[in-house]
């Protein structure tokens, strides 16, 4: 991968060499220790050596370092001279510490360092200095090629980056534009774009960046005029339908002069002064979804930028997909939001329009039991009261699931609501049930907890009518706890009724859901499916405890 490695504007010299500093200072030539120190030092297919004097000025130098790593020829050094400090970035020429260790130990360990190449291309490398023996005014120093190894740990840096940057989204649209902006980052690029394919075989681009803002504007006028097509010979057309990269060393490619849009097109593109470009494929479970094109105005790319731009395309892939199942789950909870709205409306006028004929029916049968009961027969009668009954019953079942359909499945109206208050208000609405009845409710000092009172009063009057429905034929008790925990209150309703099977203990809370094996007293299947959708309101969780003949515990957790 290719990293911007200049000073800034101003502080970069020239990488060629210098004939006005070799004239005034011309190279030493100290041949016979020059050779010594090198032929100890070098092997020439490996490492870098050289003789350097304190100002900088190179000495002798081998092959491999002159050549290999620098750039230059031996006919260059001969002529011009070479000064290691004019091939070294302004930054990096001025080192304290290191002249201060030069001249307390007589040399340098091992420390990093770019350098010019003859070309302007940068060259990073492993350097050490020591004084030759005897000498204060001369060094003998090798030096390392290590570029493919900060290369690569340059591109780690950068990937581990921009991933970061990626990750900030969750948005499909502000996260193809955090792509893009990645791309421009240590000069990898100078123009970036997106493409995803659309139905009417175009493909459209989602996102667009260019270094220069002034051209940005141009650049989305020759995009506008001159859409692209899958059926295009090459580009992020071809890249989308073969899910193979591709490379150009000119840009726009010559191909391109045959695609829509003919030469009007490719002189647009060709009037930005882009040099090179590539394409990569973008994929969503395995299948490519678009493509990541980069263009630069300024260099050509090399194989290595290739696999750079790969694995950048590989890491904004999975975010892609990590987008669209975001879309995806705010897609559904919108719908199941407006279902539930839906299903609450046609409960609730279900419920009324039921409520009506059921009433009048229930009437006109108190009416026939008030007017005709002494003509009937004994098992007429018997008749007439089972439908009354089944009327009243059918009634209570409408109400009840009206009355569940209206509970909120969303979040509940928190606020600080008391407990004990809370079971009191509970237990005064089921007085009728209770009075002269042998029962006996125990609880004291209950929390203050976060929720909806109105939700949390149904609830107790929801757990203690089930209570009192299946109290077994002792005196009937009921006991309310709580207990405190890191995650907020756990509270517990146990009562000594007649219990169940505890591999039953899911089944209750389901709408409408009775256990096999309880009598007459049946209830109507809604009042634990209520208690579940209340404390699910206040994300909490509910779950019953039981053993036939043993009682049975309701617990449920809330938010302190």
Same mark, same amino acid.
């Given at each position: 991968?290719?990293?911007?490695?200049?000073?800034?504007?101003?502080? @970069?010299?020239?990488?060629? =060499?210098? /004939?006005?500093?070799?004239?005034?200072?011309?190279? *030493?030539?100290?041949? =016979?220790?020059?050779?010594?120190? %090198?032929?100890?030092?070098?092997?020439?297919?490996?490492?870098?050596?050289?003789?350097?004097?304190?100002?900088?000025?190179?000495?002798?130098?081998?092959?491999?370092?002159?050549?290999?790593?620098?750039?230059?020829?031996?006919?260059?050094?001969?002529?011009?001279?070479?000064?290691?400090?004019?091939?070294?970035?302004?930054?990096?020429?001025?080192?304290?510490?290191?002249?201060?260790?030069?001249?307390?130990?007589?040399?340098? +360990?091992?420390?990093?360092?770019?350098?010019?190449?003859?070309?302007?291309?940068?060259?990073?490398?492993?350097?050490?200095?020591?004084?030759?023996?005897?000498?204060?005014?001369?060094?003998?120093?090798?030096? =390392?090629?290590?570029?493919?190894?900060?290369?690569?740990?340059?591109?780690?840096?950068?990937?581990?980056?921009?991933?970061?940057?990626?990750?900030?989204?969750?948005?499909?649209?502000?996260?193809?534009?955090?792509?893009?902006?990645?791309?421009?980052?240590?000069?990898?690029?100078?123009?970036?774009?997106?493409?995803?394919?659309?139905?009417?075989?175009?493909?459209?681009?989602?996102?667009?960046?260019?270094?220069?803002?002034?051209?940005?504007?141009?650049?989305? @006028?020759?995009?506008?005029?001159?859409?692209?097509? *899958?059926?295009?010979?090459?580009?992020?057309?071809?890249?989308?339908?073969?899910?193979?990269?591709?490379?150009?060393?000119?840009? /726009?490619?010559?191909?391109?002069?045959?695609?829509?849009?003919?030469?009007?097109?490719?002189?647009?593109?060709?009037? *930005?002064?882009?040099?090179?470009?590539?394409?990569?494929?973008?994929?969503?479970?395995?299948?490519?979804?678009?493509?990541?094109?980069?263009?630069?105005?300024?260099?050509?790319?090399?194989?290595?930028?290739?696999?750079?731009?790969?694995?950048?395309?590989?890491?904004?892939?999975?975010?892609?997909?990590?987008?669209?199942?975001?879309?995806? =789950?705010?897609?559904?909870?919108?719908?199941?939001?407006?279902?539930?709205?839906?299903?609450?409306?046609?409960?609730?006028?279900?419920?009324?329009?039921?409520?009506?004929?059921?009433? +009048?029916?229930?009437?006109?049968?108190?009416?026939?039991?008030?007017?005709?009961?002494?003509?009937?027969?004994?098992?007429?009668? +018997?008749?007439?009261?089972?439908?009354?009954?089944?009327?009243?019953?059918?009634?209570?079942?409408?109400?009840?699931? %009206?009355?569940?359909?209206?509970?909120?499945?969303?979040?509940?109206?928190?606020?600080?609501?008391?407990?004990?208050?809370?079971?009191?208000?509970?237990?005064?609405?089921?007085?009728?049930? #209770?009075?002269?009845?042998?029962?006996?409710? @125990?609880?004291?000092?209950?929390?203050?907890?976060?929720?909806?009172?109105?939700?949390?009063?149904?609830?107790?009057?929801?757990?203690?009518?089930?209570?009192?429905?299946?109290?077994?034929?002792?005196? %009937?008790?009921?006991?309310?706890?709580?207990?405190?925990?890191?995650?907020?209150?756990?509270?517990?309703?146990?009562?000594?009724?007649?219990?169940?099977?505890?591999?039953?203990?899911?089944?209750?809370?389901?709408?409408?859901?009775? %256990?096999?094996?309880?009598?007459?007293?049946?209830?109507?299947?809604?009042?634990?499916?209520?208690?579940?959708? #209340?404390?699910?309101?206040?994300?909490?969780?509910?779950?019953?405890?039981?053993?036939?003949?043993?009682?049975?515990?309701?617990?449920?957790?809330?938010?302190?």
């Amino acid at each position: 991968m290719h990293f911007d490695q200049s000073p800034k504007p101003g502080q @970069r010299l020239s990488a060629k =060499l210098s /004939p006005s500093s070799s004239r005034s200072a011309p190279p *030493l030539r100290f041949n =016979l220790g020059a050779n010594y120190a %090198l032929g100890l030092l070098s092997d020439k297919n490996v490492l870098g050596t050289a003789v350097v004097a304190l100002d900088g000025q190179v000495v002798e130098i081998n092959d491999y370092y002159l050549t290999h790593i620098l750039g230059y020829t031996r006919e260059d050094f001969e002529r011009d001279g070479l000064n290691i400090l004019e091939v070294t970035p302004a930054d990096y020429r001025d080192n304290e510490s290191l002249k201060a260790e030069l001249r307390r130990t007589g040399r340098i +360990t091992a420390f990093e360092r770019p350098r010019y190449k003859k070309d302007g291309s940068v060259v990073w490398t492993l350097n050490g200095y020591a004084f030759m023996e005897g000498r204060s005014d001369l060094m003998s120093c090798w030096a =390392l090629d290590i570029t493919d190894k900060k290369r690569s740990e340059m591109t780690s840096q950068y990937l581990l980056e921009a991933n970061k940057i990626m990750a900030e989204s969750v948005e499909l649209q502000p996260l193809l534009e955090k792509i893009v902006a990645v791309t421009l980052v240590n000069g990898f690029c100078d123009f970036c774009t997106i493409h995803f394919p659309e139905v009417d075989n175009r493909i459209s681009c989602r996102a667009m960046i260019h270094k220069d803002p002034e051209l940005t504007l141009q650049v989305k @006028r020759v995009i506008e005029r001159y859409p692209r097509y *899958l059926s295009d010979a090459i580009g992020p057309a071809r890249v989308i339908r073969t899910g193979k990269s591709e490379m150009s060393r000119t840009a /726009p490619p010559v191909e391109e002069e045959n695609d829509h849009g003919g030469q009007s097109r490719y002189y647009s593109l060709r009037a *930005l002064a882009l040099k090179s470009y590539m394409s990569v494929p973008l994929f969503l479970e395995g299948k490519t979804i678009g493509a990541l094109t980069l263009t630069s105005m300024s260099r050509q790319f090399e194989p290595e930028d290739l696999k750079t731009a790969e694995a950048l395309a590989l890491r904004a892939s999975q975010h892609i997909e990590n987008a669209k199942l975001h879309e995806s =789950l705010k897609q559904s909870a919108g719908d199941l939001e407006r279902s539930n709205r839906d299903l609450t409306y046609f409960a609730s006028i279900a419920a009324h329009d039921l409520k009506s004929p059921l009433a +009048t029916s229930q009437s006109f049968l108190n009416l026939l039991r008030d007017e005709c009961a002494q003509n009937l027969t004994p098992e007429q009668n +018997t008749w007439l009261n089972k439908a009354i009954s089944a009327s009243e019953k059918m009634l209570q079942q409408v109400d009840r699931l %009206l009355s569940f359909s209206q509970c909120k499945t969303g979040q509940a109206d928190v606020q600080p609501v008391d407990m004990n208050g809370t079971v009191r208000a509970a237990l005064d609405n089921l007085r009728t049930d #209770i009075e002269g009845q042998n029962f006996d409710f @125990r609880f004291e000092s209950l929390p203050t907890v976060k929720g909806d009172p109105t939700l949390l009063v149904v609830l107790f009057q929801n757990l203690f009518s089930n209570s009192i429905r299946y109290r077994a034929h002792e005196p %009937l008790r009921v006991e309310i706890r709580a207990e405190h925990n890191d995650k907020g209150w756990t509270f517990q309703v146990t009562d000594n009724g007649r219990g169940f099977d505890s591999k039953r203990a899911e089944q209750i809370f389901r709408l409408f859901e009775q %256990l096999p094996d309880r009598d007459s007293q049946a209830g109507l299947g809604i009042g634990l499916a209520t208690c579940r959708k #209340i404390i699910e309101s206040h994300h909490g969780t509910i779950w019953a405890e039981s053993a036939p003949g043993h009682g049975s515990k309701f617990s449920f957790t809330l938010p302190g």
